[in-house]
Protein backbone atom coordinates (compact mmCIF):
# COMPACT_ATOMS: atom_id res chain seq x y z
CA UNK A 1 0.00 0.00 0.00
CA UNK A 2 1.30 3.16 -0.71
CA UNK A 3 2.45 5.35 1.93
CA UNK A 4 0.70 9.15 1.95
CA UNK A 5 2.52 10.11 4.42
CA UNK A 6 5.89 9.85 2.90
CA UNK A 7 7.35 13.56 2.09
CA UNK A 8 7.46 14.33 -1.25
CA UNK A 9 10.66 14.45 -2.94
CA UNK A 10 9.48 17.43 -5.33
CA UNK A 11 12.10 20.88 -5.02
CA UNK A 12 8.71 22.66 -5.17
CA UNK A 13 8.13 21.23 -1.28
CA UNK A 14 10.79 22.63 -0.02
CA UNK A 15 11.50 25.80 1.63
CA UNK A 16 12.08 28.50 -0.77
CA UNK A 17 15.62 29.50 0.46
CA UNK A 18 16.43 25.88 -0.61
CA UNK A 19 15.30 25.76 -3.86
CA UNK A 20 17.74 25.90 -6.32
CA UNK A 21 16.39 28.53 -8.89
CA UNK A 22 14.91 30.46 -6.40
CA UNK A 23 18.68 30.24 -4.58
CA UNK A 24 20.60 31.23 -7.04
CA UNK A 25 18.28 34.19 -8.45
CA UNK A 26 18.60 35.30 -4.98
CA UNK A 27 21.98 34.60 -4.09
CA UNK A 28 23.68 34.35 -7.10
CA UNK A 29 25.14 31.05 -8.69
CA UNK A 30 28.60 31.32 -6.48
CA UNK A 31 26.09 29.90 -3.93
CA UNK A 32 25.32 26.59 -5.26
CA UNK A 33 26.78 23.22 -5.26
CA UNK A 34 27.55 21.62 -8.08
CA UNK A 35 24.73 19.32 -7.31
CA UNK A 36 22.62 22.00 -7.12
CA UNK A 37 23.82 23.61 -10.35
CA UNK A 38 22.99 20.38 -12.13
CA UNK A 39 19.43 19.81 -10.59
CA UNK A 40 18.72 23.38 -11.95
CA UNK A 41 19.76 21.42 -15.68
CA UNK A 42 17.78 18.63 -15.19
CA UNK A 43 15.22 20.63 -13.70
CA UNK A 44 12.75 17.43 -11.53
CA UNK A 45 13.39 14.43 -10.23
CA UNK A 46 11.24 11.20 -10.57
CA UNK A 47 8.76 9.82 -7.85
CA UNK A 48 11.92 8.40 -5.25
CA UNK A 49 14.35 11.47 -5.79
CA UNK A 50 14.18 15.22 -6.33
CA UNK A 51 16.28 16.64 -8.55
CA UNK A 52 19.03 17.29 -6.31
CA UNK A 53 19.17 13.23 -5.73
CA UNK A 54 19.38 12.61 -8.73
CA UNK A 55 22.23 15.47 -9.33
CA UNK A 56 24.44 14.00 -6.62
CA UNK A 57 24.05 10.44 -8.18
CA UNK A 58 25.39 11.48 -11.31
CA UNK A 59 28.14 13.73 -9.57
CA UNK A 60 29.11 9.92 -8.01
CA UNK A 61 29.41 8.92 -11.48
CA UNK A 62 32.41 10.86 -12.01
CA UNK A 63 33.63 10.65 -8.08
CA UNK A 64 32.75 13.59 -7.41
CA UNK A 65 35.12 15.17 -9.91
CA UNK A 66 33.56 17.75 -12.54
CA UNK A 67 36.89 16.60 -14.35
CA UNK A 68 36.17 12.96 -15.11
CA UNK A 69 32.24 13.87 -15.09
CA UNK A 70 33.38 15.64 -18.30
CA UNK A 71 34.66 12.33 -19.80
CA UNK A 72 31.70 10.33 -19.37
CA UNK A 73 29.07 9.72 -22.51
CA UNK A 74 25.48 10.05 -22.71
CA UNK A 75 25.14 5.99 -21.68
CA UNK A 76 26.75 6.92 -18.61
CA UNK A 77 24.27 9.01 -17.47
CA UNK A 78 21.25 7.46 -18.50
CA UNK A 79 22.64 4.42 -16.10
CA UNK A 80 20.71 6.32 -13.31
CA UNK A 81 16.66 5.99 -13.24
CA UNK A 82 14.99 9.20 -13.98
CA UNK A 83 18.02 10.48 -16.61
CA UNK A 84 16.48 9.97 -19.62
CA UNK A 85 17.89 11.21 -23.29
CA UNK A 86 17.31 14.58 -23.11
CA UNK A 87 18.52 15.27 -19.21
CA UNK A 88 21.44 13.20 -20.62
CA UNK A 89 21.96 15.94 -23.37
CA UNK A 90 21.26 19.19 -21.25
CA UNK A 91 24.21 17.54 -18.71
CA UNK A 92 26.75 17.18 -21.47
CA UNK A 93 26.09 20.42 -23.60
CA UNK A 94 26.81 22.20 -19.76
CA UNK A 95 29.92 20.58 -19.40
CA UNK A 96 30.75 21.06 -22.99
CA UNK A 97 30.30 24.55 -22.36
CA UNK A 98 32.56 24.75 -19.59
CA UNK A 99 35.29 22.77 -21.41
CA UNK A 100 34.71 25.53 -24.10
CA UNK A 101 35.17 28.43 -21.39
CA UNK A 102 37.92 27.11 -19.80
CA UNK A 103 40.09 26.49 -23.21
CA UNK A 104 39.18 30.17 -24.26
CA UNK A 105 40.43 31.30 -21.06
CA UNK A 106 43.61 29.96 -21.73
CA UNK A 107 44.15 31.64 -25.21
CA UNK A 108 43.66 35.48 -23.93
CA UNK A 109 46.58 36.72 -26.33
CA UNK A 110 45.75 36.80 -29.65
CA UNK A 111 49.15 36.34 -30.67
CA UNK A 112 51.18 33.21 -30.44
CA UNK A 113 54.33 33.59 -28.00
CA UNK A 114 54.94 29.97 -27.36
CA UNK A 115 54.39 26.32 -27.28
CA UNK A 116 53.31 26.25 -23.47
CA UNK A 117 50.46 28.88 -24.10
CA UNK A 118 49.14 26.17 -27.78
CA UNK A 119 49.76 23.51 -25.29
CA UNK A 120 47.42 24.68 -22.47
CA UNK A 121 44.56 25.47 -25.37
CA UNK A 122 44.66 22.20 -26.62
CA UNK A 123 44.71 20.26 -23.11
CA UNK A 124 41.84 22.01 -22.36
CA UNK A 125 40.15 21.23 -25.44
CA UNK A 126 41.10 17.60 -25.99
CA UNK A 127 41.55 16.19 -22.70
CA UNK A 128 38.23 14.59 -22.59
CA UNK A 129 38.59 12.46 -25.50
CA UNK A 130 38.84 9.05 -24.48
CA UNK A 131 40.62 8.29 -28.12
CA UNK A 132 42.77 10.11 -30.74
CA UNK A 133 41.86 13.40 -32.89
CA UNK A 134 43.89 15.18 -34.53
CA UNK A 135 43.27 19.34 -35.11
CA UNK A 136 45.10 22.04 -36.73
CA UNK A 137 45.35 25.72 -35.35
CA UNK A 138 45.45 27.80 -38.48
CA UNK A 139 47.46 31.35 -38.51
CA UNK A 140 47.34 34.53 -40.06
CA UNK A 141 50.66 36.63 -40.77
CA UNK A 142 50.44 38.50 -37.51
CA UNK A 143 50.87 35.19 -36.33
CA UNK A 144 47.15 35.51 -34.46
CA UNK A 145 45.11 32.28 -34.78
CA UNK A 146 42.09 32.44 -37.67
CA UNK A 147 40.62 28.90 -36.69
CA UNK A 148 41.13 25.85 -34.65
CA UNK A 149 39.06 22.88 -36.18
CA UNK A 150 39.59 18.76 -35.17
CA UNK A 151 40.50 17.28 -38.78
CA UNK A 152 40.05 13.86 -37.68
CA UNK A 153 38.76 11.47 -34.77
CA UNK A 154 40.96 7.93 -34.89
CA UNK A 155 40.38 4.75 -32.45
CA UNK A 156 41.94 4.15 -29.09
CA UNK A 157 45.49 3.65 -30.46
CA UNK A 158 45.36 6.31 -33.14
CA UNK A 159 44.15 8.53 -35.60
CA UNK A 160 45.26 9.21 -39.27
CA UNK A 161 44.98 13.19 -40.64
CA UNK A 162 45.01 13.55 -44.26
CA UNK A 163 47.32 16.49 -45.78
CA UNK A 164 45.18 17.50 -48.64
CA UNK A 165 42.01 18.26 -46.26
CA UNK A 166 44.62 20.17 -43.93
CA UNK A 167 46.21 22.23 -46.78
CA UNK A 168 42.34 23.12 -48.44
CA UNK A 169 41.04 24.03 -44.96
CA UNK A 170 44.43 26.24 -44.70
CA UNK A 171 43.54 27.74 -47.77
CA UNK A 172 40.39 28.83 -47.40
CA UNK A 173 41.11 30.38 -43.82
CA UNK A 174 43.88 32.49 -45.86
CA UNK A 175 46.38 30.74 -43.13
CA UNK A 176 50.62 31.54 -43.72
CA UNK A 177 51.35 29.05 -40.94
CA UNK A 178 49.69 25.91 -38.89
CA UNK A 179 50.46 24.30 -35.81
CA UNK A 180 49.43 20.10 -35.50
CA UNK A 181 48.12 18.87 -32.59
CA UNK A 182 46.82 15.56 -31.46
CA UNK A 183 46.56 13.97 -27.95
CA UNK A 184 47.61 10.74 -26.37
CA UNK A 185 44.67 9.13 -24.60
CA UNK A 186 47.56 7.05 -22.63
CA UNK A 187 49.02 9.63 -21.41
CA UNK A 188 52.55 9.15 -22.94
CA UNK A 189 53.98 12.31 -24.41
CA UNK A 190 56.77 10.12 -26.71
CA UNK A 191 55.72 11.09 -30.60
CA UNK A 192 55.29 7.87 -32.51
CA UNK A 193 57.57 7.28 -35.59
CA UNK A 194 54.12 7.46 -37.70
CA UNK A 195 53.73 10.56 -35.60
CA UNK A 196 57.21 11.92 -37.25
CA UNK A 197 56.00 10.87 -40.32
CA UNK A 198 53.38 12.32 -40.75
CA UNK A 199 54.31 15.90 -39.34
CA UNK A 200 56.94 15.99 -42.43
CA UNK A 201 54.95 14.68 -45.08
CA UNK A 202 52.23 17.86 -43.92
CA UNK A 203 55.34 19.93 -43.71
CA UNK A 204 56.81 19.12 -47.02
CA UNK A 205 53.41 19.21 -48.39
CA UNK A 206 52.57 22.71 -46.75
CA UNK A 207 55.88 24.19 -48.68
CA UNK A 208 54.58 24.10 -52.13
CA UNK A 209 51.53 26.43 -50.81
CA UNK A 210 54.13 28.89 -49.20
CA UNK A 211 52.70 27.43 -45.48
CA UNK A 212 54.67 26.78 -42.51
CA UNK A 213 54.20 24.32 -40.01
CA UNK A 214 55.32 25.75 -36.82
CA UNK A 215 54.85 23.00 -34.48
CA UNK A 216 53.04 19.70 -33.78
CA UNK A 217 51.79 19.69 -30.42
CA UNK A 218 51.19 15.88 -28.53
CA UNK A 219 48.86 17.22 -25.30
CA UNK A 220 48.11 14.09 -22.64
CA UNK A 221 47.11 14.70 -18.76
CA UNK A 222 50.92 14.37 -18.72
CA UNK A 223 51.80 17.57 -20.03
CA UNK A 224 52.50 18.41 -23.54
CA UNK A 225 55.31 17.62 -26.05
CA UNK A 226 56.47 19.90 -28.76
CA UNK A 227 57.91 18.86 -31.86
CA UNK A 228 59.68 22.81 -32.62
CA UNK A 229 61.06 23.01 -29.01
CA UNK A 230 62.50 19.60 -29.36
CA UNK A 231 63.96 20.43 -32.77
CA UNK A 232 62.79 17.88 -34.86
CA UNK A 233 60.62 19.85 -36.66
Known amino acids: MENFNKPSTSIKNWAAD ?20 IAILINNGNKDKSAVDLAKDILKLGSDNLNELGKLTLKDFQQIKGIGEAKAITIAA ?23 DIAQYLKAVLKDFSYEVFAVLFLNRANKI ?38 HPSGSLKPSKADEELTQKIKEAARYFDIRVIDHIIVSEEGYYSFADEGIL
Open 18 to 37: DRPREKLLHKGSGALSNSEL
Open 94 to 116: ALELGRRRQAAATLDKPVVQSSK
Open 146 to 183: NHFEIISRGGITGTVADPRIILKKALEEDATSIILSHN
